[in-house]
């Protein structure tokens, strides 16, 4: 998650999950572990959470709104169908991916540590993560626009 509040500098806040192919093993962050990614962010940032989020089976079910209205410090905005220019994570991963080419024949323990790697070190550098939220043209620091 990249939060964002003007006055203050962005913020990056992540978990991985590493699937290794076990069988009936999840491959993504369940509703829980997105929860406890969001509460976890509230605590950082110790501000109102407004949300933007795609339209990601885990973020939009029923368990995961259930979530959502227990906590009156969060509100959700969901995204349309197939919006990746707006959601500033996408510019990140690919920023990530970038940094990450050519290297499909590591093994899987020396790539995760490298994503966690990249992913440190923009949690301490605010301006390419600025970058990826005005990507989006959602930017809080942005100018109203013109009539």
């Not at 707006?86 to 991963?93: D, G, K, M, Q, R």
């Not at 990507?135 to 009539?147: A, R, V």
Request: charged fraction near 25%.
């Amino acid at each position: 998650m990249i939060a964002s509040r003007p006055g203050s500098r962005t913020r990056l806040c992540h978990r991985l999950r590493l699937h290794i192919g076990r069988k009936g093993e999840r491959r993504s962050l369940s509703e829980d572990d997105c929860i406890r990614l969001i509460d976890g962010m509230h605590q950082l940032v110790k501000a109102l959470i407004v949300l933007v989020w795609d339209r990601l089976n885990t973020h939009v079910s029923h368990t995961m709104r259930e979530l959502i209205e227990a906590r009156e410090w969060l509100t959700v905005f969901i995204l349309s169908s197939y919006a990746p220019e707006l959601n500033a994570v996408e510019y990140l991963w690919a920023h990530v991916k970038r940094s990450l080419a050519n290297l499909g024949s590591m093994a899987f323990d020396r790539i995760e540590s490298l994503v966690r790697n990249r992913l440190k070190r923009l949690q301490y550098r605010p301006h390419p993560l600025d970058g990826f939220v005005a990507g989006t043209g959602l930017s809080p620091d942005l100018p109203p626009p013109s009539p």
